[in-house]
């Protein structure tokens, strides 16, 4: 995973902030079995997870172009 940003050729392309959250979401997994998990917690893991799948997306599937924009139905 390293090797993977520091190889990145694109600054603020996303990897490393899609690596940075999806850590952050299993180390709560990993931590949370048998224990309460507060609302803060909750809420902190949640946006994470959604930060950590946006940047993937838009890093492995869309990496040099812009999000598609749709026409609308008349």
């Known amino acids: ?3 993977l940003i520091r190889g990145e050729r694109v600054e603020n392309s ?3 902030d899609y690596v940075r959250n ?7 997994d990993a931590g949370r079995k048998g224990r309460f998990v507060s609302q803060g917690e909750l809420d ?5 997870l959604a930060k950590a799948v ?3 997306l838009h890093y492995f599937i869309g990496n040099t172009s812009r ?7 008349t």
């Open 1 to 3: 995973m390293v090797d």
């Open 14 to 16: 996303g990897l490393e």
């Open 22 to 28: 999806m850590i952050a979401v299993m180390d709560f």
């Open 44 to 48: 902190r893991y949640t946006q994470a």
């Open 54 to 56: 946006s940047k993937a």
């Open 67 to 73: 999000s598609p924009k749709a026409k609308r139905a």
